[in-house]
């Protein structure tokens, strides 16, 4: 009796032994445990090599040396930087020029891609193929070497320091740069813009409730709004003592050239190589998302009597740009990591910047994890801001 | 500028002849605007068009780049040992050919966009020996052309096994052996020019594609371990510029494996880009996944076929044919992103020419030399983008049979 019941169980034991193989939570818990053990394996693997290098080197990691000073001056920071700045200060730098930079790309590049794609849908037969010639030739080019083609190009096609071509009186190109007038701010300029927002808003809620409220033609409305924030905006500028902005043209003085404000050939071969290589890919967005909207939109609104301005603005670019958006993101986010080019031509963004520092402090792991977050950041704040600009615009269309 | 889909679409009488003058109202001068946008149009380009020409004529000196073939081509390689090189062209030349002859048949314009790029590829030197090599390539080449033809099911398997060790091998045949006593050991520090931005698109594109397949399953795996791990590294590698990849490569790669186990600058970099390009091709097999409709699972399963079964037989066939378009564009930014490696101080093309430009002989040629390797790029990019077309229409006409 015994011996039997010893027999059932154990033949019991083994059919679960094989069933545990075939339950579907054993699986599920055993693939996961086998895959996360296997990249625990190879961190901790890695870890200690890192450990033994290090202790042969006789360095760790740490974050110390970032208020040390960098001992190096770095020319075109938007953020002045010296010799005696800490480091930190310095890649702070990096990353505003890295902002200034994007921004700006992003800017000229909608605006160039905009241009070329809707000339992509032209009538016009030339204008098509040049627009398609455009986008065909800058797509298959790698941006670097346009970055690179441009700075060279600046570098020996302006002239020399001495004999700098003047446009306007007032624009001096020369193989170092190019300085141009710029608008300098005094004392009052924080209170002017102050009073240039609020006067903004105001005319904003004035002609939102006239055209709403009233029902006033939007156009008209518009133009007086114009028309009135432009005089009372001259009333402020002249209600100011010292006037708010001043202007200052450059102009040569011995062996330099003073005022107004410089770019050099760095940036500008890096902002253009930029918008020329991004524009292709701008403009194929914009070609197809216009091209996508259905035929039967702009014939409706055709029979409705709108015009060509008319039903391009509010019948077909609203439907467009909701296709548009996530991939335009998806460019802007290439621009804005694609900045770190600029060491090709020595520009001094993050990248460049912490490649200096590194030569200085010997710490590339630090360093260059720190840009590396800094960049994830900047990506996941584009892509966020972008998610929510689609969910907005998707509810409107419900 | 007006723009098409504004105006209404004008039935036209199928048979209608052509004729140029309705042709270029229709097209050119269709009112008092496009006329005068034509007009001054066809004058810019006309000057345009006239100043290059003038340029490339008569002011571009171009002996920078016939001078500097060599280097641009495979950099400062030993010049006795350029014969290796040259073994790898014959060698893909061969494959081109054989796999044009099986898959694609070749019309009259297949078989001239065939050669041009081993030919392209063959001006490695302008030497003596030069047309000997260009001449044994074309040879090569349509010799595996008329042989893909004549056998075309039973060299499948054998040209897919070649074109997967194409990279060994070469990287066999042009770096050598210590041991060897025919083929010495160059390093890899001489390896160079256009020869590198090749060898590093395809080593991209063989390992950044396998490895996107296992991050895209592993992302859509129902195994939250396995789907979290993907989709940190897919997001983390994608929010990062690929120079800070290709720098942290060099820098910590070293750091992060053991004593003595020596990897060298080149195969840092691939392992670089490999990584990079992997997490895009992740998210675009991704893509081409999701767009797999469930039934087909559903159905797979009503089969009686397991999870592996189902992804590789069923659903991954699908996904990657739905997507080839967009894989041919990320290998071709593949090859446009091996310019990089630059700045981590590889001499590709790019650096290469950065030296050329550097010598006082060559003072103020840049426009000759980037016009070289621009026109360089692009013809590759066309090549990979045609290459792309083909393996789409052969996908397309494979799954309907």
């Known amino acids: 009796m015994e011996l039997k019941s010893s ?97 700006l790309g992003i800017v000229f590049s909608t605006v160039l891609g905009i241009i070329i794609g809707i000339a992509y849908l032209s009538k016009n037969f030339l204008i098509r193929k040049l627009a398609w010639l455009y986008i065909e030739v800058f797509r298959n080019l790698p941006l670097l070497l346009i970055i690179i083609a441009t700075y060279y190009m600046l570098i020996f096609s302006l002239p020399k320091f001495d004999s700098p071509v003047i446009w306007f009186d007032s624009i001096y190109l020369t193989n170092r740069g190019v300085r141009f007038p710029s608008l300098v701010s005094s004392k009052t300029t924080t209170a002017f813009i102050l009073c240039l927002v609020i006067l903004i808003v105001l005319m904003i809620w004035i002609g939102r409730v006239l055209s709403r409220k009233f029902e006033w033609d939007s156009f008209i409305v518009f133009m007086i709004g114009l028309g009135i924030f432009m005089g009372m905006a001259i009333c402020t500028w002249n209600f100011f003592p010292i006037p708010p902005y001043s202007v200052s043209i450059p102009f040569r003085e011995g062996f330099s050239y003073v005022g107004g404000e410089e770019q050099t050939p760095e940036f500008i071969a890096l902002l253009v190589g930029l918008v020329v290589g991004t524009a292709p890919f701008i403009a194929d967005i914009v070609r197809s998302g216009i091209a996508n909207v259905p035929k039967g939109q702009t014939e409706v609104a055709q029979a409705l009597g709108l015009s060509g301005y008319k039903t391009m603005r509010f019948i077909v670019f609203p439907q467009a740009l909701r296709t548009m958006i996530p991939p335009l993101a998806s460019n802007y986010l290439s621009l804005t990591k694609n900045t770190t ?8 963004e993050l990248f460049g910047i912490s490649r200096i520092l590194i030569n200085h402090t010997g710490r590339a792991i630090e360093i260059m994890g720190l840009s590396m977050v800094v960049y994830m950041i900047l990506s996941l704040l584009t892509a966020g801001l972008m998610n929510l600009y689609n969910k907005k615009t998707q509810i409107a269309e419900r | 500028m007006t723009i098409t889909s504004n105006t209404p679409t004008e039935i036209t009488n199928p048979q209608s002849k052509f004729s140029l003058l309705a042709w270029l109202k229709k097209n050119l001068f269709y009112n008092v605007l496009s006329s005068l946008v034509t007009l001054v149009f066809i004058y810019l380009i006309g000057l345009t068009i006239k100043k290059i020409l003038v340029w490339a004529a008569q002011s571009a000196q171009w002996d920078v780049i016939t001078t500097n073939l060599r280097l641009l081509m495979i950099g400062t390689y030993p010049v006795e040992q350029v014969y290796r090189i040259w073994i790898c062209i014959l060698i893909m030349g061969f494959l081109i050919g054989l796999s044009w002859g099986i898959w694609i048949k070749g019309r009259t314009v297949s078989n001239v966009i065939m050669f041009a790029f081993p030919f392209a590829l063959a001006l490695t030197q302008m030497r003596t020996d030069f047309w000997g090599w260009l001449v044994g390539v074309g040879v090569l080449a349509l010799t595996g052309f008329f042989i893909g033809k004549r056998f075309p099911k039973s060299l499948v398997v054998p040209v897919l096994v070649l074109w997967m060790s194409l990279i060994p091998l070469t990287v066999y045949l042009v770096g ?184 006082p002989l060559f003072m103020g040629t840049h426009i000759e030399v980037y016009a070289f390797i621009g026109l360089f790029f692009w013809i590759v990019s066309y090549f990979l983008a045609f290459i792309g077309q083909k393996i789409e229409h052969l996908a397309c006409a494979y799954r309907r049979n």
């Open chain 1, 7 to 103: 027999a059932l169980f154990s033949k019991i034991n083994k059919k679960r032994l094989s069933t545990l193989w075939r339950d579907e939570r054993f699986i599920t818990v055993m693939v996961q445990f086998i895959f996360v053990l296997l990249i625990v394996i190879l961190c901790a693997f890695m870890l200690k090599n890192l450990q033994q290098t290090w202790r042969k080197q006789g360095s760790s990691l740490g974050f110390r040396f970032l208020t040390q000073n960098t001992g190096f001056e770095a020319a075109q920071t938007i953020i002045p930087i010296t010799r005696t700045s800490p480091v930190y200060k310095t890649l702070l730098a990096g990353l505003v020029n890295t902002i200034y930079v994007s921004l």
């Open chain 2, 176 to 359: 050598g052996s210590e041991t060897s006593r025919i083929l010495r050991k160059v390093t890899t520090d001489k390896w160079g020019g256009m020869f590198l931005n090749l060898l590093l698109t395809w080593v991209g594109i063989i390992f950044s594609i396998p490895l996107g397949i296992l991050l895209a399953i592993g992302r859509q795996s129902r195994y939250p371990a396995i789907k979290s791990i993907c989709v940190f590294y897919i997001e983390i590698i994608r929010a990062v510029p690929l120079i800070t990849i290709l720098f942290m490569a060099q820098v910590m790669l070293p750091l992060f494996l053991p004593e003595g186990f020596a990897f060298d600058r080149l195969a840092r970099a691939m392992v670089g880009i490999s990584l990079f390009s992997a997490a895009y091709m992740a998210e675009i097999i991704r893509g081409g996944l999701q767009s797999i409709p469930h039934s087909q699972y559903e159905a797979a399963e009503a089969l009686g076929m397991n999870e592996v079964l189902i992804i590789s037989r069923i659903v991954l066939p699908q996904a990657l044919i739905a997507v080839i378009p967009v894989i041919v564009d990320q290998c071709i930014g593949i090859f446009r992103d091996t310019t990089l490696v630059l700045i981590v101080g590889l001499s590709d093309l790019l650096s290469v020419s950065r030296t050329v430009l550097a010598n």
């Open chain 1, 341 to 348: 080019l600029a060491a090709g031509v020595a520009f001094t």
